[in-house]
């Protein structure tokens, strides 16, 4: 593990991502080694085939086979919650020398003692207390320097990986299969879209101007003579809910034929995909594997599957469970 | 010329552009036939052979080879005013019966008198207000099907062209070179998105998620029971002058190499560019062909080449002289 997450890490350094670091889709003959034979691989083989036969009625030509892809809980894991927030958790850790008032003032009180439901007591205001102090105020070019460092060496409380070892070798596997046929693979996720972009190229195939996210505003400024793009500590896009539909038309400009999710605040981009005319493809990840990854759905307080999960039922979406579907969860 | 038109409209409207409306580069052995042998086209062939031969120092990976061109002056023609305002003035018109009182209220009179004095009398409010009035209101969808439907018969009041007939030959071929060397082309331009995208991909060979322009808000909405992106009249960004690096970051996420503006308004992306680190282009059209095209320069209260211009001589940037450097102009 430790050898490959360091090439990982050097290659993103070196900016020679996509030469020399593939994701690990299998070679073999077939696409989704880790998808077992069962109706969600069937459904998604036979959009595939659908919409990329030249004979089928609901031919796609390749420039408008677009799939988007939330990520948190549907490229990788987001328990006990999304990896961006510990990554604000270890940046408000390292700048504490220089902000000795932290100590008592929340959230960052709570957040230094590591102290989770501290920080949930202080709400949404606490969060993007957070959000500021960790995300704004450097250059553009600074904070994926600091994303870059972390992403390489910060490990997960349970599990003890790093981070990028938690993604789904079976979505990375989709991910492929999908360019494989001609797709363009985008990232629409509620995470900061300056945090995925370091490292989307490498561990997902996806490079950063394919990764959409939420984003805060930036100002053009001269410092030592050089334009630098500074992060503001305002928000610019909400990447989530009925943000996504709207990022999509906003950057994208067409409308997917296929978006994949895990969570209600993936509702509204499925309903935008699957309003469309011709042949359109929508799935949800259902995590409902507690030995091997997290279980979770209706009574979730942060990431919670209810309102899309049956949707997804009314409309024959199709819903993937992670316990019957995958035999394997995590890529490394 | 009316027969390329007509099918470069049924193929937007077929969507099925990228397949059978290929931009009209040149098979010839010269990738770049309408560019005379002199300064500029040597500076482009040296840049492109210098980041895309393996052996060269200055070598950068596919990937990375990221290219940014403005649309208005640099692409296709913008005067005696960017062609979105001809667009602008005839939704005014079209929708004038609604608006019984736009015949005595400004900027709306000035528009149905087609007294182009009077509405620049009016000022930035009163071109936010025609915007408003033209821009807003209806779906992403009617929206584009509007500007399908003008941009397919609207003709330029001084040549009596289509609009996009007034594209230069000599970029269309620059465009092509460089996706040919393994370059993403994109559209970094102060014009609508929206109003670009419905024939971008046809015209320059760029699919809409590699077009970046100016945007309003938009709203999601259900619609006789359909999901529906609504317009608002409110700006989401003013991607022009400093908005230019910004929009580039937030959309694209990494520093393009080459980039290609025409006016002041581009001084901030070919600063942006140029300031990395390897090699990098940065290229102005010069409008010096009164007789060909339009002449226009420091001059010029629209579309003003000044302070680019002496941060062009400075830093030695490619400046194109219509005039010298380009054996034909229009494309058609």
Not at 76 to 102: I, L, N, S, T, Y
Not at 225 to 244: M, Q, S, T, W, Y
Not at 245 to 265: E, L, T, V
Request: charged fraction near 25%; include cysteine; proline fraction near 6%.
């Amino acid at each position: 593990m430790r050898s490959s997450s360091t090439s990982v890490v050097l290659v993103v350094l070196l900016g020679s991502c996509a030469a020399a670091c593939t994701p690990a889709a299998s070679a073999a003959r077939d696409p989704l080694p880790s998808w077992k034979e069962g109706a969600s691989k069937k459904a998604i083989v036979a959009f595939v085939d659908r919409v990329t036969r030249q004979s089928s009625p609901d031919f796609v030509p390749v420039p408008a086979r677009i799939a988007t892809f939330d990520n948190d809980g549907s490229l990788w894991a987001e328990k006990p919650v999304p990896f961006e927030v510990f990554f604000a958790f270890d940046r408000v850790k390292a700048q504490a020398p220089q902000h000795p008032d932290w100590k008592t003032q929340e959230p960052f009180a709570s957040v230094l003692r590591g102290d989770l439901a501290g920080v949930a007591a202080t709400g949404e205001k606490g969060l993007m207390e957070i959000m500021a102090a960790t995300h704004a105020g450097m250059t553009t070019d600074e904070f994926a320097g600091i994303v870059e460092e972390w992403i390489a060496s910060a490990r997960h409380p349970a599990t003890g990986r790093l981070f990028t070892e938690m993604v789904y070798q079976p979505m990375i596997e989709l991910l492929a299969y999908l360019r494989g046929n001609g797709f363009k693979t985008f990232i629409v996720s509620g995470g900061g879209v300056e945090f995925m972009r370091p490292w989307s190229e490498c561990v997902y195939g996806v490079p950063p101007e394919q990764v959409i996210g939420s984003a805060g505003k930036l100002k053009l400024e001269t410092r030592d003579g050089r334009l630098v793009l500074v992060k503001l500590p305002a928000i610019d896009l909400n990447d989530d809910k009925e943000g996504k539909p709207i990022a999509i038309q906003g950057r994208i400009g067409r409308r997917p034929i296929a978006a994949f999710g895990n969570s209600d605040g993936d509702l509204q981009m499925l309903q935008w995909i699957a309003g469309g005319g011709g042949a359109r493809f929508a799935l949800l990840v259902h995590h409902d594997d507690g030995k091997r990854e997290f279980a979770y759905d209706r009574a979730d307080k942060m990431q919670k599957l209810d309102v899309a999960w049956d949707e997804a039922i009314a409309r024959r979406w199709t819903v993937v469970s992670m316990r019957n579907d995958w035999s394997s969860i995590f890529a490394h």
